[in-house]
């Protein structure tokens, strides 16, 4: 097997129906471990890579997340174990800006990473720091006991389940083979009963033909979080809109985009492997699995005004001299409202105890 299209294509073939929910596709697309985009390893990000995130813009937006685990762990009573989890950490540099931005305060940091060759290049670039591995939540299902867990951009990779309204009902998005070389949907009813239930909520009165992508991961993971064992608080950070905005004509495609060398698109069944292939997420969704299973909302804003509001302690902290220009120059673009300001949202939860 040479490349991922010959793959899917094999699959289909075995599939008795010949089609795969899209969900799977995206799975394969991104999470194959020879040719996914991501499965093979961590690409770059930034000017040489296909995206840019906040954590390339430069280590500001480290530096104020330290900042705020910082006043995290003192709100908790500075306890010995508090640790800062991150989940996502790709190859690594968000982890490290952190850590320099702590410098020796010994706070532990926590990644979890279930892909083995993430591991190994973000130990690479970690050696010597308090670093340790997971490779899924469960296994935060004891300990720690205290932490502050963060990610930037990770639920917008998680595998969708794509939905249209046929005007009468919703169907599911499945691809099939086009019987040349490329794929392409074919509406059927729902695969399974979780997107069922997910379905039975949407709205009825969308023109024909508006398409809606269903995280069913991202509640799953926001729920495995809820149960996990720790006392502290949740930063996520990520494109998303309210569920209303997804209802807009305007949107009437889905949000579903592929990425490559900064150009932006929808044919999201071409290039398979070579593409990112994300969506935005659903933040009143989220929020509202995330109440449901015990956790507060405390936060749930622009980015811009977020981050704002956390580099007041930074500011502070330079006692009226200057930031330099680069460091102006990043925090105008993570917080800029026509830079990642606007279209970036923050949602910050409170995270009981695990029951
Ligand atoms: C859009 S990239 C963001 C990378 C980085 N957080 C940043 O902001 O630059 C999404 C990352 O999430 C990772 N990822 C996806 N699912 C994951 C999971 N279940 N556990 C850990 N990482 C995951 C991917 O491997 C990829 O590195």
New binding site residues.
Partial sequence: MSSLPQILRAKLAATPSGRLPFAQVMELA??HPEHGY??AG?RK?GRQGD?F????VGPLFGKLLAMRALQEWRDLGEPADFTII??????G??AEDVMDALGGTGIRYLI????AR?REAQARRLEGRPVHWVE?LADLKTSPAHAFFL????P???PVHLVRWNGERWEELFVESDGAEAFRFIPGDCSCGNLEAEVKHLPHDLATGHVLEINL?MLA?IRDLAHSAFRGAIFI?DYGLDAEEFHADARAEGTIRRYHQHQMDGQVLAGLGEC?L?THINFTRLIEEALRHGLAQREYDLQGRVLGRMATSWIQSLEGSQPDAATMRQFQSLTHPALMGRSFRCVILEKPPGR
């Fill in positions: 991104l999470y991501y499965g961590p990000i995206f995130t906040s954590v390339s991150e989940q996502g950490a790709h190859d540099q968000l979890v990473e279930p892909n993430y899924s990610c930037n951009e990770l917008d990779a998680f991961a993971w950070a990112d994300t």
